[in-house]
């Protein structure tokens, strides 16, 4: 396939699940834009449509299936016009379920797995070339970062970026490990080149995002290995970056340095997303997590003793195998002790593959039901406090654009709480302090003081 004038074609990418999976998307638009492929806004008469999929929770095939239902009379309406759309189904079900896919949905042209997107435009080819169905889900010798152009769409004011990909874990719930693969790190000199990018194109803040990221342990500038902490530091001198953030992390790959890094850099955001999963020492151990709740209090000590200011948010399962009432109860217990500023929390959900999913002692979906709504009002009530304890204080807040209501200005604050504030002022990229006026369950408003601080 030769080189298109740039937008010829019509790319719509459907996003499914996390935020390592926008980053990819907009990395997969990225390595087809050479190929004249321009984004569409949607899939009615697309020439390709990516669906990046989920495969953490929920029913991820089922939901698969049926939105390839709908986008495979798109497919034939398009073939009815005289054209033709490409459909390529990428992401962690597409790891977990190739051959499968295939075989349900013979319509698919494309079966990719998330180490093989800069493969992207062979396959497209491929495709286009022979009519049939190309799968691609090896984890493949080459790493997939060497092989992506840089990133062209510029992202906004705030902007992801991976850094490090799959898990070495194995926790036993989690397909992670089986879809990602093995945990692998950016090069530290690749990750300061795209977040000096970044910030030309317009970011203030930075998120660095990995399925286990305070485990990166990328190749230095010096040929040794730093360790977050070490590059957290490294990216707080990039003038014109003012936030730094990082998730997911697990609490064993938590070291000092990081710690270090909460208490040394002001532009760390005193925000930590950091998943506990359980309470009870009983079901950590069947989660194969490797720490204890007192571990856990004692890391969410130091890391408060460190940054005064910071919130924790977390992960939990409910009803994983084996979970008795008294887990539970020591699950809120922990809650209880620290006092989240917000959490996610889930219903155990067996992944086919992985060990939880085979455990004999799976629990009754009532019981799951029962114990998540329990913590999710425990959670609610904490998150509820941390929002009224904004209430009266000055915080700065990053203005990235317009509120949803006319004359309303929107932003979020340290702790990531959006936060609407009345003006008709275009604020956006500029971090100014606002005084607290209020706080809803999900959102903070309030006004701006005199001060304006930096630009
Ligand atoms: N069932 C329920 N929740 C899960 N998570 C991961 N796997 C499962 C599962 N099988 C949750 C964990 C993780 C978050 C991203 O999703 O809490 O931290
Ligand atoms: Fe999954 Fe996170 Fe555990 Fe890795 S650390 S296996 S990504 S839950």
Redesign the pocket.
């Known amino acids: 396939m030769s080189t298109l004038e740039a937008g010829a074609r019509r790319l719509h990418v459907i996003t499914w699940g996390?935020q390592m999976n926008v980053y990819d998307s907009a990395r997969m638009a990225d390595v087809l834009a050479p190929l004249g492929y321009a984004p569409a806004p949607v899939p009615e008469g697309a020439d390709m449509v990516i669906l990046n999929t989920c495969h953490?929770?929920d029913k991820a095939a089922e939901k698969l299936f049926s939105e390839l239902g709908r986008l495979r009379r798109l497919k034939e309406r398009r073939a009815a016009d005289g054209g033709r759309m490409i459909l390529a189904v990428a992401g962690c079900v597409a790891q977990a379920e190739g051959a499968e896919i295939l075989a349900r949905a013979p319509y698919v042209d494309i079966v990719l797995g998330p180490q093989t997107y800069h493969r992207l435009p062979e396959m497209v080819a491929r495709a286009a070339r022979a009519g049939g169905a190309v799968i691609e889900t090896d984890f493949p010798a080459e790493q997939k970062f060497d092989f992506l152009p840089d990133a062209s769409a510029p992202q906004g004011i705030t902007a992801f970026l991976t850094i490090q990909e799959g898990c070495d874990r194995f926790?036993s719930?989690?397909?992670v490990p089986y879809t990602r693969g093995a945990e692998q790190s950016r090069p530290a000199m690749a990750v300061i080149a795209e977040a000096r990018r970044l910030v030309a194109q317009g970011a203030r803040e930075i998120t660095l995002l990995g399925q286990n990221v305070n485990a990166w342990h990328g190749e230095a500038p010096d040929g040794g290995v730093w360790g977050l902490g070490r590059l957290l530091r490294e990216l707080a001198e990039l003038p014109g970056l003012l936030r730094l953030r990082y998730t997911?992390s697990h609490p064993r790959d938590m070291d000092d340095e990081l710690v270090t890094a909460h208490r040394d850099l002001p532009m760390l955001m005193p925000f930590l997303h950091l998943?506990v999963?359980s309470g009870s020492d009983h079901v950590l151990a069947a989660m194969n997590r490797r720490h204890t709740a007192a571990d856990y209090l004692r890391l969410a000590e130091k890391l408060r003793t460190a940054r005064p200011d910071l919130a924790l948010s977390s992960?939990?399962?409910v009803g994983h195998p084996g979970e008795t009432e008294a887990d539970f109860q020591a699950t809120l217990d922990l809650v209880r002790e620290v006092d989240f500023a917000q959490a996610?929390s889930?219903?155990?959900?067996?992944?086919p593959g992985?060990p939880?999913a085979g455990a004999p002692s799976q629990l009754p979906d009532a019981a799951k039901e029962q114990r998540l709504a329990e913590l999710q009002a425990l959670l609610r009530g904490q998150q509820a406090r941390f929002n009224a304890g904004c209430v009266g204080l000055t915080l700065p807040v990053l203005f990235t654009g317009r509120g949803r209501h006319p004359g309303q200005v929107a932003g979020r604050s340290p702790f990531l709480q959006p936060v609407h504030v009345l003006g008709a002022e275009d604020l956006a990229g500029r971090e100014i302090p606002v005084e607290i006026a209020a706080a809803l369950p999900n959102s903070l408003s309030g006004t701006l003081t005199e001060e304006r601080a930096r630009a």
């Open positions: 996390c953490i929770r926790c719930f989690c397909v997911t998943p999963q992960d939990f399962i996610f889930f219903k155990y959900s067996p992944r992985t939880a």
